[in-house]
């Protein structure tokens, strides 16, 4: 497998699909920090695609590859659980573009997975209502623009760090971030950031909504309010709004319901302890490395 060097649009036209995850579309396009391995540099068909931001896996493009599925035991074992190592991440997490990619995936990690669900709620162009926000007085709310990166870099908001370091993570840097998203905070009177909503990845027209909010601010509506303002934001622009969140996390679903977001898929999260990934252990691997 070849770890590709230049992540772009022609990548993405190769690899991408109507079923693609937009977030891991944002990596093989470049817009979004990550890796991704292909089975040939002059023309790939089938890819595993890393995302920084979230710390795993997606397999995409065919899942019927003679010249890319021999060699994903190996690739597990040899390059994968090294790769998490060296990030101290002590999970294996995948998704695939498509269920067609199981049997090949199954085989070398046998009994190991462990299933979870997310959901994907988004927006609709054609129905958009411009947002009632209802912040309560503690806070105000700023654009995440260039005017108030330099206040992050100048040491005028107190916990600067709290936005840099999520910005960074999905971005690399404040100015790739700057040049391809949109986001707000919510600051208290002395100005502490309380909560973010900003674009987390980009593909085409749709942007992924990222959002954190510090415990102490929690349940006050603040997320909400962040949200419905970069939503409208994104629809003055002419751009879709993708919100991904676990099955079971009930508050984030709360809060995309709350910002006009409508549920549209669900789909299946699997991941395993690298610990348990020994491939002594399984034949199907040692199998594989002999051919």
């Known amino acids: 497998m070849i770890l590709i060097n230049e992540r772009n649009e022609w990548l993405a036209n190769k690899l991408v699909t109507a079923d693609s995850d937009m977030m891991f579309a944002g990596v093989v396009a470049g817009n979004n920090p990550g890796q991704v391995w292909v ?5 790939p068909r089938s890819a595993i695609v890393w995302s920084g931001g979230l710390g795993g896996f997606n397999f995409m493009g ?19 659980i090294p790769f998490l190592q060296s990030k101290k991440i002590d999970s294996f997490e995948f998704s695939v573009d498509s269920d067609d990619w199981y049997p090949a995936i199954y085989q070398f990690i046998g009994g190991r997975k462990i299933e979870s669900y997310q959901l994907v709620y988004k927006s609709n162009l054609k129905e958009h209502e411009i947002p009632c926000i209802n ?3 503690r806070y105000h709310t700023v654009e995440i623009d260039k005017t108030f990166a ?7 908001i107190k916990n600067a ?8 993570l999905y971005w690399e840097t404040i100015h790739n971030f700057l040049h391809m998203g949109y ?4 600051l208290t009177a002395n100005n502490e950031i309380a909560s973010i909503a900003i674009s987390s990845f980009v593909f085409g027209s749709t942007h992924a909504v990222g959002v954190e909010t510090l415990e102490a601010h929690r349940n006050q509506g603040v997320s909400s309010s962040l949200v419905k303002l970069l939503l409208n934001r994104l629809h003055k622009n002419r751009i879709a709004a993708w919100w991904d969140c676990m099955e079971a996390n009930i508050a984030s679903q709360k809060t995309a319901a709350k910002a006009g977001l409508n549920l549209s898929h669900r789909y ?3 991941w395993f302890h690298i610990s348990e990934c020994m491939p002594a252990i399984n034949p199907n691997i040692i199998a594989a490395k002999m051919h």
Do not use: Q, T
């Open 268 to 270: 299946k999260i699997n």
């Open 62 to 80: 065919s899942a019927s590859n003679v010249s890319f599925n021999p060699f994903l035991a190996s690739f597990i074992d040899d390059e994968m």
């Open 39 to 43: 089975d040939n540099e002059v023309d």
């Open 183 to 186: 986001g707000y905070a919510a």
């Open 135 to 137: 912040l309560s007085a």
């Open 161 to 168: 760090d709290f936005l840099i370091n999520y910005i960074e």
């Open 150 to 156: 330099l206040e992050l870099v100048h040491g005028d």
